[in-house]
């Protein structure tokens, strides 16, 4: 399944990627907004949205891009390797 990340910490991408590879999906991520990130997200079937290290106005921008898609959403405060397991879990 490919999977797009909003948010994180840019230092722990290696082990985000890892973490998604393991579990069997394709990972793509945006650690802050990006012109252009709602064509960008169009291409995913899930998002995970780290909102504790995001602005408002990247989370809004991605919200309102998978609710017009139809791309299902999990959210979560934390950005550790383990909250995206567990967001991947949830998926």
């Known amino acids: 399944m490919k999977v797009t990340l909003i948010g994180g910490m840019d230092r722990l991408e290696p082990h985000y990627r890892r973490e998604a590879r393991d579990a069997g999906h394709e990972l793509k991520i945006f650690f802050q907004y990006e012109t252009g990130m709602e064509a960008k997200i169009g291409a995913t079937e899930a998002l995970v949205l780290f909102t504790g290290k995001v602005s408002h106005n ?7 891009a998978a609710r ?18 567990e967001c991947l879990g949830a998926l």
Do not use: F, M, Y
């Open 58 to 64: 990247a989370r809004n921008h991605a919200l309102e």
């Open 68 to 85: 017009n898609l139809g791309i299902p959403v999990v959210q979560s405060h934390s950005c550790g390797v383990s909250s995206l397991r």
